[in-house]
């Protein structure tokens, strides 16, 4: 039995002449979609396996689809010939691009054998001599086919062999995903033993000693294990007793490392190679003199045996010296080991002569956490999903710890600078100084894409949908940081079939009732303009912005507001109960007139100017033909009927307008509390939302107005009748309406789908604003409306707002935050009826 080890991050390529049995091992030994074959994609370009005329497009085919299954990771099998060596130097060339090891794997079975396997098919209609051809080019030697680049090569040379074969799949020597933690990562130590024995202690490790004192172990008594993210050495005063501590530590089982460049440069000055004496190594190696040969010795192997990176935890954890881009995790080749080691430099070096890096921490969008060191950093800040641990412990900074999965970080001071940095301790040099942490890329939101959220699975955009939001996000809206949310839009009730209405709360409460809601909350609608308010207990860096996140006032004015707010908010006491030092609110803003000022006169004050003109004039003349005894009679009626129209509809949108000036006459009526420190609150029911928001107004009742509500019982019919007459009573005095809402906020139906969140019931003179004056003429037609993609639009915008809070307030980086907010934003442009 032949053992054959394939790496599982690989490609593997069969090498045989026709008939020596490839295609019948792949399937043996591999899936039906690892292994791609040649003739089959001459199939599918030519619905003929052997038309070799195809070959060319067949082959490009096979290397998409290869390439493709590399890029994301699968283990990947080519069923071909391969005979020559450009055949095979293209596959090793896909390999490599996608780093992944490439494996051969050569089936020779004499030449008798694979004709006379060819003369029992029916399938291969050409000649014998093929085969002599080709047994000719099969490659004997297993030197030359690792001189191409294959990583393993396997040579079969007999039916028997072949027919014996086990193969067994390695996983790489990085995957360690099986590793759980939970952990330790330390930052580079290079060589501060003494800083490093208080930060174990500090981190709760049990330091074990020698019989002479020296520390050969440490351990955790919940059993968390230590991860030395590399260059433990150089610069520092005992480089050797780092290097006993970590050695003692990763046999033990109590730690596990990978190396750094100056672990790298150390081997090779032990192993004798020519090495410049620089950055510290000359003190390491001036302290090993000091220790035995056979301690050197170890430590030499010890440091060779590290793997360049690893990932941990399922793959939700990666450490690698350097750092590692996305593209690289869990793969293996020279450049994935250069950049764990080195990082991505772009070749220049900057005026202390130290190498120019790129950002590749910037341009990070992995779900992995990345943690590395190598570039000491004056503080721990996260980019993306990346923490650097280097805060120059040698140079006089500090030692620094995260624990895993809590993220919690953990400092010690530097006893004294034990080594001047050739540069100050600052901020890392920056290779794109406009590029940080904060800086989106157009990636992360163009094109077609789609988002998770925890709500409902994945919301898609489409490109025109993207491109329509990136208008008004680049040109309109506030800078995306100060965005960390955008309100979703609202269904209507379906249409009333009640004489005289088109909406009325019948059908809220069948609706909700029917979704298995059995208490709702009636809120008065008030009409202004939605608006989102993020206040700050200090008053600093809020914002208060409209639906489509642009600012409702200028910055002073802005200033001024939030402060009136915050310091409501203070003296409600909501800050503190809620713990936290600020909030995102849901609210309106009133009056409509401040933001929609340009809509009201342009439009409404001009159809409402004109028909009251219009129709006076004409009732007038009319007035006069009736008196000379014309029969006008119905159309007096009608035209009466319609100044009045007219004149319901202006005293529609006049309630609604009234002057401010500065925030004066500007009033805000919060409804919702979306989310603050401790989290998001769509799981609080709205009678908590709505009596901290009641005790949040009555310390200002100036600015802010409180939101009139009323909770129907749905089982009540009595009760169902009071929220009706409410309704009544509301829209009776021109009133916009109410929306009405689950009383137990996020709800889902008997079949977990989320129930709508709340559905606007519209009064009869209000929608005149929106259907025309005379619309009540009309009902029979505008009845016939369809809700079906406006009630889809609200959900998907409402699962994307609420996982845009979430994220918001988990300190997620920015991309992913405005990831979701901008999907509402593009969710908007949906060509649905803008009077629903
Ligand atoms: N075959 C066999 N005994 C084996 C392997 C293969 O009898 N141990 C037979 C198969 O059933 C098939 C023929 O030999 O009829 C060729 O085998 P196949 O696996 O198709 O060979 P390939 O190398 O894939 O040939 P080609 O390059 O023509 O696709
Ligand atoms: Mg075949």
Redesign the pocket.
Known sequence: MTTIRLPMMGLVVLI??????????AATHFGPFETVSS?YCRGLVADDVNDQSASTAAFDLLHHIVGVRLARGRFTVV?A?NLTRSARASLIALAKEHDVLPSALV?DVPTQVAIQ??Q??TD?PFGVDVIRRQRAQVPRGVGALRKEGFRNVYLLDS?QE??DVEIVRTPLLNDRRDLHGPFDAIGDVHGCLSELLTLLDRLGYRIIRDDVGRAVDAEHPDGRTAIFLGDLVDRGPDSPGVLRLAMGMTRAGHAIAIPGNHEQKLIRALDGTNVSLRHGLELTLSQLARESEEFRDDAREWCRELVAHLVLDDGNLVVAHAGLKEAYHGRASGRVRAFSLYGDTTGESDEYGLPVRLPWAEDYRGRAVVLYGHTPTPTLDWVNNTLCLDTGCVFGGHLSALRYPERETVQVPAERVWYEPVKPLAPAPEASPARRDGQLDLEDVLGAHSIETSTIPRVSVRPEQAAGALEVMSRFALPPGKLAYLPPTMSPVPASTREGFLEHPDQAWSAYAAAGVREVVCQEKHMGSRAVVHVRRDGEEGAAYTRTGRAFFDEPTTAAFLDRLAAAVTAAGVFDELETDWLILDAELLPWSLKAVGLLQEQFAAVGAAARAGLAAAGGALDLAAARGLDVARLRESTARRAEDAAAFSAAYRRYVWPVSGLDGVQLAPFQILAGAGGTYEERPHAWHLALIDRIVAADPGVLRPTRRLFVDLDDEASRAAGTQWWLDLVGDGGEGMVVKPAANLSWDAKRRLVQPGMKVRGPDYLRLVYGPEYLSHLDRLRDRNLTHKRSLATREYALGLESLRRFVAGEPLWRIHEAVFAVLALESEPVDPRL
Do not use: P, V
């Open positions: 045989g002449t026709t008939g020596s049995g490839k295609s019948t091992f003739d069923d010939t089936l396997r060819h029992a098919r291969r039916e072949i027919a």
